[in-house]
């Protein structure tokens, strides 16, 4: 396991600790269930003031990207609110309480982003209970594969974009009012975007919908001062993949295709968005960063 994000070593045998088995779990998945734990930085992750007094609403942060993001946001100075399933309530606690171990508010928000009211009552909450709001990253996600196009049937597709797009969509739109000159928005798209796999050809095309929509809606805000940008991740560990995502006996050799040769870890992922976040990157809009072990895309 590394020092801290800072660490200077090889990034082929980064994590080599974690060795993915073949899985399936039930629902949405928790990382408690996980056969072999997730690196969300609980350990690792280094703050550096770099978002002090930010307020942060990050959905699908209980557990993977989402909850690694959270945990830096806190480190880094951020009072964090996140938004989760009910089912999934074990692991919101944990990242709630690494977020108040840091010093900063944490705020607990479950429910299901699917349904256009809740996403509308989740950004008054979060505004409500962190006294304001300057950081949306909307990065809950459905992703279950699907071998024979035949079978995928309306009601998978349909909340595959409810869940990645739609949820996106009213969630944003709930809390730009909301938002002052130097907020930042930030989107979860994919390396599916670039390279979709054939049996993820609903999840991949929510994925170059969110990667256009981040793009076109920087353009419109940036002259308010408000910055859009979006990350794209490549295979990463999260429970997610052995829910549905992947077959259960291809997750041993998921991220076999980077350069790198393994799957990514959502410690990996933190940095990327604590930097899209921060003044730091003021003159990036409209940006898709990769973070993906090297899978190349235009």
């Given at each position: ?15 080599a ?28 992750y280094?703050?550096?003031?770099r ?50 171990a ?5 705020v ?22 962190l ?120 997750i ?47």
């Amino acid at each position: 396991m590394s020092a801290d994000q800072y660490a200077f070593e090889d990034p082929t045998q980064k994590f080599a600790d974690i060795t993915p088995k073949a899985q399936y779990l039930e629902g949405a998945g928790t990382d408690e269930e996980l056969s072999s734990p997730a690196d969300h930085g609980e350990e690792t992750y280094r703050g550096s003031g770099r978002l002090e007094g930010r307020k942060a609403l990050v959905t699908g942060g209980d557990s993977g990207i989402g909850a690694a993001v959270a945990i830096a946001y806190a480190r880094e100075g951020a009072d964090v609110a996140i938004s989760y399933l009910p089912e999934e309530e074990e692991d919101a606690q944990k990242i709630v309480a690494l977020v108040e171990a840091a010093g900063r508010k944490a705020v607990a928000l479950p429910g299901d982003i699917t349904d256009r009211e809740f996403c509308t009552q989740l950004v008054e909450k979060a505004v409500s209970e962190l006294g304001g709001l300057d950081i949306l990253v909307n990065n809950a996600g459905k992703q279950q594969h699907v071998e024979d196009f035949l079978e995928l049937d309306d009601e998978n597709f349909d909340e595959t974009y409810k869940t990645n797009v739609y949820a996106m969509f009213w969630i944003t739109k709930a809390a730009l009012p909301h938002l002052v000159p130097g907020s930042t928005i930030i989107n979860t798209t994919s390396i599916q975007a670039y390279q979709p796999a054939p049996m993820l050809v609903d999840y991949a095309s929510t994925k170059a919908a969110i990667n256009t929509f981040s793009k076109g809606l920087a353009m419109q805000l940036a002259p308010k001062g408000i910055r859009v940008n979006a990350v794209a991740p490549g295979p990463i560990w999260t429970p997610l993949q052995p829910a549905g995502g992947q077959p259960s006996d291809a997750i041993p050799d998921v991220g076999s295709q980077t350069a790198l040769g393994r799957w990514g870890q959502p410690a990996e992922l933190a940095p990327a968005y604590v930097f899209l976040a921060s003044g730091e990157s003021s003159y990036v809009v409209g940006e898709t960063l990769h973070v993906d072990g090297g899978m190349p895309t235009p």
